[in-house]
């Protein structure tokens, strides 16, 4: 999924609905903190890659899909926290987010900004500190 970078970029075009509705649920979905850590960040992964572009733009347009990495911001592990953070921040940067994406990110502000707020890393990270203030930024500003 990492290697051939061009033909998953075809088969995730071409199996879109398929492969994320089955991913959601299965891996991102899983009881399992192996099977959950390893599919977040794999989706991180994925979605950042240049050649997933537009894949990419078709997730974070999806309702269905920030439902996912918000539960896994909740969730008990820090390090599926912070995977499921980079994950979620793509929804928070799309500049083109759908109305129902930007009416849940609104609905849901305080709890976000509170969970953001205690998310932390055992070590400094400039680059982490950073974008978690930005999406914090970015979602305090969002209003009806």
């Given at each position: 999924?990492t290697?051939?970078?061009?033909t998953?970029?075809?088969?995730?075009?071409?199996?879109y609905?398929?492969f994320f509705?089955e991913?959601?649920?299965?891996l991102?979905?899983s009881?399992n903190?192996?099977?959950?850590?390893?599919a977040?960040?794999?989706?991180?992964?994925?979605?950042?890659?240049?050649?997933n572009s537009?894949?990419?733009?078709?997730?974070?347009?999806?309702?269905?899909?920030?439902i996912?990495?918000m539960?896994?911001?909740r969730d008990?592990?820090?390090?599926?926290q912070?995977?499921?953070f980079?994950?979620f921040?793509?929804?928070v940067?799309n500049?083109?987010?759908?109305?129902?994406i930007?009416t849940?990110?609104m609905?849901n502000k305080?709890?976000?900004?509170r969970?953001?707020?205690?998310l932390t890393?055992d070590?400094d990270?400039?680059q982490?500190?950073?974008?978690?203030?930005?999406?914090?930024r970015e979602?305090?500003?969002?209003s009806?």
């Open positions: 999924m290697r051939h970078k061009s998953v970029a075809e088969f995730l075009s071409k199996n609905d398929w509705a991913y959601n649920e299965k991102l979905s009881s903190y192996v099977t959950a850590r390893q977040v960040k794999l989706l991180g992964d994925m979605l950042v890659e240049r050649s537009d894949v990419m733009t078709r997730y974070v347009s999806s309702k269905d899909n920030l996912v990495p539960n896994l911001l008990k592990s820090r390090t599926i912070i995977d499921a980079h994950v921040k793509l929804f940067a500049q083109n987010k759908p109305t129902e930007g849940i990110l609905t305080s709890k976000i900004l969970l953001l707020g205690a890393l070590k990270d400039e982490f500190e950073a974008d978690k203030t930005e999406v914090m979602i305090a500003a969002l009806l």
